[in-house]
């Protein structure tokens, strides 16, 4: 069992590898581009049987994430074979690798590729191109909201979504899960504006839902495409997100849960002063960085926050989170 020393000794000492380094954008190895295929060749090769029903769940799992790697469409597929056992969804390792690497060539998905800063192991992500959105929709009939422009997406908000997507895809294999997805939105009256979430999930324990956001508070940006009085403007939105996702989850007697995914300990004990001057009700907010959820899994990685009496003076400090009942 995981301590908060061992949790603590993680954030500090090892990183997550969805963190943005700028040096990533210049790297020629950032993004594989496909050769361009028109769409009477995509149709051509389904009517060939080149493309399966088995590859376009492939695709739905990453639509259902926005982004995401190997492990991610992995938990996403177990997910849906459990809840469509009927269904051809394909299970094998092997086989999904090669499939995935077939959908990119073929032009329904983007297919990334970048190392980390520090490490030597090379990350590989996907998200559906406007072609496999297409697929999904007449032939799947795709339902949910999407983003067929998707792709161009910018590479410091592609890291929160995949560190989004990890903790949700993750949180599929609990008992109880209603429904989720990575691209909902959520209105703030406060700013009056439309925010997108990166990820929300609904779990039923025995007749009692629990409401699940992932927020990712990352404060790397891209300094190229954005100042820095833009990126605080963002940060502070996405904490009115929070705090508008709990008082709505609350009024419609729903219990909320926020999981706020930092990039290490400096920036998570950052992240908290945020919240906490922004009077955000934290009792239902915990804290972790993807390389804790990597050593210790969710049940275990989790952080929240007490206020501890030292010596007469009230002290803010970081404890274990106690035990969810979704968990």
């Not at 993680?10 to 028109?38: A, C, E, R, W």
């Not at 499939?99 to 490490?119: C, F, H, N, Q, V």
């Not at 609350?250 to 400096?266: K, T």
Request: charged content about 25%.
């Amino acid at each position: 069992m995981a301590t908060l020393k061992d949790i603590e000794n993680i954030m500090k000492n090892k990183k997550s590898p969805f963190l943005y380094y700028p040096l990533i954008i210049d790297s020629k190895t950032y993004v594989k581009i496909q050769k361009k295929i028109s769409k009477d060749e995509i149709v051509a090769d389904y009517f060939l049987g080149k493309i399966t029903l088995s590859d376009l769940f492939i695709t739905f799992a990453i639509a259902k994430n926005t982004f995401a790697n190997y492990n991610m469409i992995q938990r996403t597929l177990r997910y849906i074979s459990k809840v469509y056992p009927e269904k051809p969804v394909p299970m094998d390792t092997d086989y999904l690798k090669t499939r995935l690497d077939m959908l990119a060539k073929a032009g329904l998905l983007w297919k990334y590729s970048y190392i980390p800063e520090g490490t030597d192991k090379k990350q590989v992500f996907f998200c559906v191109t406007a072609n496999g959105y297409g697929f999904l929709v007449r032939i799947l009939e795709y339902k949910h909201m999407y983003d067929n422009m998707g792709g161009i997406t910018p590479i410091d908000s592609i890291v929160k979504h995949l560190s989004a997507s990890d903790i949700i895809s993750r949180m599929l294999e609990l008992k109880g899960v209603e429904k989720f997805n990575t691209y909902e939105k959520l209105y703030s009256k406060k700013d009056r504006k439309a925010y997108q979430l990166y990820g929300k999930i609904i779990i039923n324990n025995n007749g009692t839902k629990y409401c699940t956001i992932i927020e990712p508070l990352f404060f790397r940006y891209d300094k190229a495409r954005i100042n820095g009085d833009e990126n605080e403007k963002n940060i502070r939105g996405r904490i009115t997100v929070i705090e508008t996702f709990i008082n709505t989850c609350l009024a419609s007697g729903i219990i909320p849960f926020v999981i706020v995914v930092c990039e290490g300990y400096n920036e998570l004990v950052d992240t908290i002063k945020l919240i906490k001057n922004e009077k955000v009700k934290d009792e239902y907010i915990s804290y972790t960085t993807t390389s804790v959820i990597n050593e210790f899994g969710i049940k275990e990685g989790l952080l929240s926050t007490k206020i501890k009496d030292d010596d007469g003076k009230k002290r803010l400090s970081l404890t274990k989170q106690p035990a969810q009942p979704i968990f």
